[in-house]
């Protein structure tokens, strides 16, 4: 009984009432934060999408002039949905890292000719710094 009136007595001091109101305007205000900080994500993940759609539209312009390409189609996996790293001790207070190419698919005309599949390879692979194993190119 000794320890109920002892809580009691603790809860009904107004400095604990103030303290209790503080840590809950401060949970809901985080709760608040976060909830527009998932809402950014979902923005890097178009930015994701637009890097990977101009980084196709780029890589087609290039291996389209290949001789024997042929007509060609483009498609990228990505790695990651790119972040943004915040910097100290700079006047840039963010630096943007884009996306990781995970894979390339090229469909093409020329894909059955071994020639062909040696440049487009050399070129992709070099053009986005990736193995070969990470490129595929077929007819």
């Keep these: 009984m000794l320890q109920g009136k002892k809580l009691s007595e603790w809860l009904s001091d107004k400095r ?14 985080l709760i608040g934060l976060l909830s527009v900080v998932d809402i950014k994500s979902n923005d890097n993940d178009s930015d994701s999408q637009e890097y990977a759609e101009r980084t196709e539209n780029r890589l087609l312009e290039i291996v389209s002039q290949i001789s024997g390409v042929g007509d060609a189609k483009i498609f990228l996996t ?26 390339v698919v090229i469909v093409c005309e020329g894909g059955d000719d071994p020639v062909v599949v040696s440049h487009v390879l050399e070129a992709v692979t070099k053009a ?4 070969s194993d990470k490129v595929c190119i077929t007819k």
């Excluded at 986005?128 to 193995?131: A, F, M, P």
């Design 128 to 131: 986005l710094s990736i193995s």
């Design 16 to 29: 604990v009432l103030r303290a209790a109101v503080i840590i809950g305007l401060s949970a809901v205000f």
């Design 78 to 103: 990505m790695d990651n949905g790119g972040e943004n790293v915040y910097l100290k001790n700079t006047d840039t207070k963010t630096v943007s890292i884009e996306p990781k190419v995970r894979g």
